[in-house]
């Protein structure tokens, strides 16, 4: 038995996300199919982690088990031929037999992306949450230094989650602005369901002069989500890397 570790990019615009569901096509399912009919035997891949409808990856990572013996090139050779437009396998690579993509992976880096200019650009409109009023970085800069480190995220998660914990780890959060774009970049340990969507709305409000940046703090440590500001939309946050 063989395990199998891929690199793939996605434009998540027209899936449900990563994960396998009735409701709609996934990434996953769209890649089990596809390396069914390569290798001719039943596929599971596993993920990193899940991304929610809509959300995109530069560098996702899953692996999967086969029992065939198919070169890698030959691997990647055909997924290049038969994946749609919107999905790229961009490296097939032999894992060791105990490597999990879920399990093992250390740290992963999100990020949110705001065009932040008085018209969109046509080009962005996919991958960008268009901002037409000013934002004001220093202040989303100040404001973010509040949320690195070990806390309790639970102000800047979802209501409905069934984490057992919502104490994580950001690792590192920075917020940028080139041109038009400003991008809000985090990386942790681990997410929470709507996370960093979360943390993207409540930095707008900073931004924004709605919030001051050093309210942030307090409202992380109220640990209430009713406080913080709210979850943008999916289509602006792309996975960007998953360390191991």
């Not at 390569?38 to 692996?63: M, P, Y």
């Not at 990020?111 to 650009?121: A, G």
């Not at 800047?156 to 970049?185: E, L, P, Y």
């Amino acid at each position: 038995m063989r395990t199998i570790k891929l690199t793939i990019a996605y434009d998540g615009t027209d899936y449900c996300g990563w994960q396998r569901q009735e409701n709609g096509l996934s990434v996953q399912e769209v890649l089990e199919k596809k390396l069914r009919k390569i290798l001719g035997e039943k596929i599971t891949v596993t993920g990193s982690g899940r991304t929610d409808s809509g959300v995109h990856a530069r560098a996702q990572i899953a692996h999967f088990k086969t029992t065939k013996e198919m070169p890698l090139r030959n691997i990647y050779r055909a997924l290049i031929a038969h994946m749609p437009a919107d999905i790229a396998v961009i490296r097939v690579a032999q894992a060791g037999a105990g490597f999990d993509a879920q399990r093992d992976a250390r740290q992963k880096k999100y990020r949110y992306t705001i065009y932040n200019d008085q018209v969109m650009s046509p080009f962005l409109r996919r991958y960008a949450l268009h901002i037409p009023y000013r934002l004001d970085v220093n202040k989303m800069n100040a404001a973010a230094r509040y949320l690195a480190g070990r806390h309790d995220f639970a102000s800047f998660q979802n209501a409905h989650s069934s984490a057992k914990t919502s104490v994580r780890t950001i690792q590192k959060i920075t917020v940028r602005k080139k041109g038009a774009a400003i991008t809000v970049d985090v990386a942790a340990d681990g997410f929470l369901y709507n996370m960093v969507r979360s943390i993207a709305g409540t930095l707008i409000e900073v931004g924004r002069g709605k919030i001051a940046p050093d309210d942030v703090l307090d409202i992380l440590n109220k640990k209430d989500r009713a406080c913080a500001g709210p979850t943008v939309p999916p289509h602006g946050l792309a996975l960007m890397r998953v360390y191991y």
